[in-house]
T-cell receptor
Framework: GAGVSQSPSNKVTEKGKDVELRCDPI?????LYWYRQSLGQGLEFLIY????????KSGLPSDRFSAERTGGSVSTLTIQRTQQEDSAVYLC????????????FGPGTRLLVL | GENVEQHPSTLSVQEGDSAVIKCTYS??????FPWYKQELGKRPQLIID?????GEKKDQRIAVTLNKTAKHFSLHITETQPEDSAVYFC??????????FGAGTRLTVKP
């Protein structure tokens, strides 16, 4: 079946603009994660959604970052007033029921803030 | 919260040799420890995982060991091949079902 998809694949924006990144998880997966990966660096946890529970936002680096998950499926990560240090690959992953299961990653969105 | 440390950050081995990557975690409540492989320009993919009720798990040339007392776990790759070259991430899942990743190890297997 279809894997996790993300859009856009690449995004170039100017400093100070807002951006929205989209993630379509695998159908039926209740858990969804967002990570940030800077060039040559590890996976930085941003936010975690599990079913209808309140999301775990503990990884969001500032209040410029927010995320929503509508209808328990598609998720949008929004970065307001982008800064150059926001440039990174943003990866989304989903798993069937939660963190103690295999996470399936999307291809990522490469964000460049000029 | 959970803190996962991974060593080494880079590792270069000769084809056919073994490679070992080590991780430590801080939250004693963590009980799920996966390893992901990320090839250049591609997404991370799970290669092996271990749960806290076992001390070792093996899948062909890959094995993972877990020491819950010391709070560390390791990835062992035997008979390395050039296609094993990638970045490897360990992770730990604490209470609450989220996941924390290590910083990654860039493994290079020289033919």
């Amino acid at each position: 079946g279809a894997g996790v998809s993300q859009s856009p694949s690449n995004k170039v924006t100017e400093k100070g603009k807002d951006v929205e990144l989209r993630c379509d998880p695998i159908s039926g997966h209740t858990a969804l994660y967002w990570y940030r990966q800077s060039l040559g660096q590890g996976l930085e946890f941003l936010i975690y959604f599990q079913g209808n529970s309140a999301p775990d936002k503990s990884g969001l680096p500032s209040d410029r970052f927010s995320a929503e998950r509508t209808g328990g499926s598609v998720s949008t990560l929004t970065i307001q007033r982008t800064q150059q240090e926001d440039s990174a690959v943003y990866l989304c992953a989903s798993s069937l029921q939660g963190g103690r299961e295999t996470q399936y990653f999307g291809p990522g969105t490469r964000l460049l803030v000029l | 919260g959970e803190n996962v440390e991974q060593h080494p950050s880079t590792l270069s081995v000769q084809e056919g040799d073994s490679a070992v990557i080590k991780c430590t975690y801080s939250d004693s409540a963590s009980n799920y420890f996966p390893w992901y492989k990320q090839e250049l320009g591609k997404r991370p993919q799970l290669i092996i995982d271990i749960r806290s009720n076992v001390g070792e798990k093996k899948d062909q040339r890959i094995a993972v060991t877990l020491n819950k007392t010391a709070k560390h776990f390791s990835l062992h790759i035997t008979e390395t091949q050039p296609e094993d070259s990638a970045v490897y991430f360990c992770a730990a899942s604490p209470m609450g079902n989220d996941m924390r990743f290590g910083a990654g190890t860039r493994l290079t297997v020289k033919p």
